[in-house]
């Protein structure tokens, strides 16, 4: 006979997201695209683009 307990530790129920957890992924996506954007030299266009 299979463990008792098999059906309830492997069929856990998925843990929701906390607030923090957004928070987080977040504030990781804005640092990512402000990155990706200062590599490419986006802001030095931009202010070239404005003076």
């Known amino acids: ?3 008792k ?3 309830r530790e492997f ?3 998925i843990r929701k997201d906390n ?3 957004k928070f987080l992924n977040i504030f990781i996506g804005v ?3 402000a990155a ?3 590599a490419y030299g ?3 266009a931009v202010f070239q683009w404005i003076s």
């Open 11 to 13: 069929n856990k129920p």
């Open 1 to 3: 006979m299979q463990n």
């Open 31 to 33: 640092t990512i695209l």
């Open 42 to 44: 986006f802001w030095d």
């Open 19 to 21: 607030l923090d957890d």
């Open 36 to 38: 990706s954007l200062l």
């Open 5 to 7: 307990n098999f059906y």
